[in-house]
């Protein structure tokens, strides 16, 4: 399927520090997902996002579902060695019926 | 929990042999889909199906087939295995719906000589 337009592509940061990534589409999406994906591993997902404007948390995550219906917001606090990963975006746009998009992933490195 | 399974975590295979992927899922999900997952490419849907003995073609078909006999399982058929097949492969499910999430099995990491 199409790709979304994930950024930043890759992130080298200190542990502690504040991460954020975000996600933008042509397209008007109904649902937002997040994903991270531990090396060699499948996705497992982190955050579900349902309506427009909505912000939920999981422990030191927050996800966005942006105003516009066309972007997304990942926000890590406090970041730990175990952060490490890709994460990636995904989602059904408006006129696509089923089929899902993802994202170009986000790979974070946490530095201790 | 939703636990998605795939047979196996590596497999090595020689090119022309016929390739098997299974995925098994206990949640009783309609949808299953297979990807193949490569550096820079990111996701890519091979196939997917909404229902047992029903099949779609996804956006890179070609090379692949796949069988659904039971609604719990889905198979990804290498016909004859190219090296340009080797790929991480990720099964997935999802209860009927484009606004449920999809639950990811932990792939199939693919090399063929």
């Known amino acids: 399927g199409q790709q979304l337009n994930q950024s930043p592509q890759s992130m080298f940061i200190q542990e502690g520090e504040d991460v954020s990534m975000n996600c933008t589409s042509s397209?008007?999406?109904?649902?937002w997902l997040w994903y991270k994906q531990d090396p060699g591993e499948g996705p497992v997902l982190l955050i579900a996002?349902?309506?427009?404007?909505e912000l939920t948390s999981n422990g030191r995550l927050t996800a966005q579902f942006g105003i516009t219906r066309k972007d997304s917001f990942l926000n890590i606090s406090a970041s730990i060695p175990s952060d490490v990963g890709i994460y990636f975006c995904?989602?059904?746009?408006?006129?696509?019926?089923?089929?899902?998009?993802f994202g170009t992933g986000t790979s974070l490195t946490v530095i201790p | 929990d939703v636990k998605v399974t795939q047979s196996s975590r590596y497999l090595v295979k020689r090119t022309g042999e016929k390739v098997f992927l299974e995925c098994v899922q206990d949640m009783d999900h309609e949808n299953m889909f297979w990807y193949r997952q490569d550096p820079g490419l990111g996701l890519r849907l091979i196939y997917f199906?909404?229902?047992?003995?029903?099949?779609e073609k996804g956006d890179i078909p070609e090379g692949y087939s796949v069988s659904r006999e039971k609604k719990e399982r889905f198979s990804l058929i290498l016909e004859s295995a190219s090296t340009n097949q080797t790929s991480m492969y990720l099964c997935a499910t999802q209860f009927s719906g484009a606004a449920e999430t999809q639950y990811f099995g932990p792939g199939t990491r693919l090399l063929v000589l």
């Open positions: 995904a989602g059904p746009p408006e006129d696509t019926g089923n089929q899902f998009y």
């Open positions: 996002l349902y309506k427009a404007g």
């Open positions: 397209s008007i999406f109904n649902t």
């Open positions: 199906s909404y229902d047992v003995k029903m099949k």
